[in-house]
T-cell receptor
């Protein structure tokens, strides 16, 4: 099956800093989503972005499907941004299976 | 705006007991999914229902059964719980298939002693 790797695995930043999270995948995809799992365990949909660039407030994401990677940018970090960020993809040959990466744990220090 | 609702939120079972996890969505979505999340890992697909009346196995289906009761509801059953099934279970739904964005419930934390 498709492999999804996220980097870095852990990231500790001061409040106000910017960060870039990366997601690499091993095969062609027709769906890519970014999620934020907050400290209470809730999974929040951030972006549905199989290709191109999207922005939502301080967050933006870019997917370059031909090069098999996606980036999540967080600007002016706040403590509420802490949690685990997951990238998840659907492989073209496994239509119903959303495969998750292992996540990036982000800790924002006041 | 309930979205995807899961019940219960927490449950402790003894080995060998049975249990049904409930999931309901109010977004008129056709597709529904059950995932499990083990500590320090991403989610893995257990079963899915692409549309009302259909169910299919995902990546880790052993030890589970599902029922798509109607368009709104998709339940997950553990017939004989085992400690290896201790996990957090998430239900999700999408308008039609995994190519569309999936929306998740808040999860059920299940411990098997």
């Amino acid at each position: 099956g498709i492999q999804v790797e996220q980097s870095p695995p852990d990231l500790i930043l001061q409040e106000g800093a910017n960060s870039t999270l990366r997601c690499n995948f091993s095969d062609s995809v027709n769906n890519l989503q970014w999620f934020h799992q907050n400290p209470w365990g809730q999974l929040i949909n951030l972006f549905y972005i199989p290709s191109g660039t999207k922005q939502n407030g301080r967050l933006s994401a870019t997917t370059v499907a031909t090069e098999r990677y996606s980036l999540l940018y967080i600007s002016s970090s706040q403590t509420t941004d802490s949690g685990v960020y997951f990238c998840a993809v659907v492989n073209l040959t496994e239509n119903e299976k959303l495969t998750f990466g292992t996540g990036t744990r982000l800790t924002i220090i006041p | 705006n309930a979205g995807v609702t899961q019940t219960p939120k927490f449950q402790v079972l003894k080995t060998g007991q049975s249990m049904t996890l409930q999931c309901a969505q109010d977004m008129n979505h056709n597709s529904m999914y059950w995932y499990r999340q083990d500590p320090g890992m991403g989610l893995r697909l257990i079963y899915y229902s692409a549309s009302e009346g259909t169910t299919d196995k995902g990546e880790v289906p052993n030890g589970y059964n599902v029922s798509r009761l109607n368009k709104r509801e998709f339940s997950l059953r553990l017939e004989s719980a085992a400690p290896s099934q201790t996990s957090v279970y998430f239900c999700a739904s999408s308008h039609q298939g995994a190519r569309q964005p999936q929306h998740f419930g808040d999860g059920t934390r299940l411990s098997i002693l």
